[in-house]
């Protein structure tokens, strides 16, 4: 079975400031998924970027990007130029592909981001 | 702008009590997942249809839990009797076959039960 360890509870950055939310794995698996999810107060789950594992390009997305270290089972995520409505619930995802269960999404326990003015 | 919906946001219920939940997919998704999501737990998978059929279900409760996708647009998820136990967020989300790594969440049912 796939587990997902985020191993910082809590994190705080100042408004502007780059962070960096640290995410690691463990898998068997040779092709598969990873993805990161906000929850802000609202509790709405947001995609924020994905990472094929087959790609060694690292995933970017506006002030989001992630560095993947496929042979360490790493999937960290960077913000850049924090903005105070990044304060939320950030959680860490891995998913195989393939039939029946494979579907599912194993989430991490999640990292609280507070941003501050 | 598509998005998954879901009913009610909110629901408190006494113990004993039947609880159902529901689910609007995006149009056009033809894969529908349940889960719930506690302090103590964090989100875990209950439930997964594909094309109305249901997948996996291992992650739900069968004595009191039940999950259906009577059409293509809703997909229903049961809890009777309810538990105080049962108290927790629960999120639908739904996907494409063709595209099944990303799944679009609701915005989730916040279940009380007394």
């Known amino acids: 079975a796939q587990t997902v360890t985020q191993s910082q509870p809590e994190m705080s950055v100042q408004e502007a400031e780059t962070v960096t939310l640290s995410c690691t794995y463990d898998?068997?698996?040779?092709?598969?998924?990873l993805f990161w999810y906000k929850q802000p107060p609202s509790r709405q789950m947001i995609l924020v970027i994905r990472?094929?594992?087959?790609?060694?390009q690292n995933a970017t997305e506006n002030r989001f990007s992630v560095n993947f270290q496929k042979a360490a089972k790493s999937f960290s995520l960077k913000i850049s130029d924090s903005q105070l409505g990044d304060t939320a619930m950030y959680f860490c995802?891995?998913?195989?592909?393939?039939?029946?269960?494979?579907?599912?999404?194993?989430f991490g326990k999640g990292t609280l981001l507070t941003v501050n003015p | 702008d598509a998005r998954v919906t879901q009913t009610p946001r909110h629901k408190v219920t006494e113990m004993g009590q039947e609880v159902t939940m529901r689910c609007q997919p995006i149009?056009?998704?033809?894969?529908v997942f349940w889960y719930r999501q506690t302090m103590m737990q964090g989100l875990e998978l209950l439930a997964y249809?594909?094309?109305?059929?249901?997948?996996?279900d291992s992650g739900m409760p069968k004595d009191r839990f039940s999950a259906e996708m009577p059409d293509a647009t809703l997909a229903t998820l049961k809890i009777q009797p309810s538990e105080p136990r049962d108290s927790a967020v629960y999120f639908c989300?739904?996907?494409?076959?063709?595209?099944?790594?990303?799944?679009?969440f609701g915005p989730g049912t916040r279940l009380t039960v007394l």
């Open positions: 989300a739904s996907g494409l076959t063709a595209y099944t790594d990303t799944q679009y």
């Open positions: 990472q094929e594992a087959y790609k060694q």
């Open positions: 249809f594909r094309n109305r059929a249901p997948l996996d």
């Open positions: 995802a891995f998913m195989k592909p393939g039939g029946g269960s494979n579907y599912k999404l194993t």
């Open positions: 898998t068997s698996e040779n092709n598969y998924y």
């Open positions: 149009l056009g998704h033809n894969t």
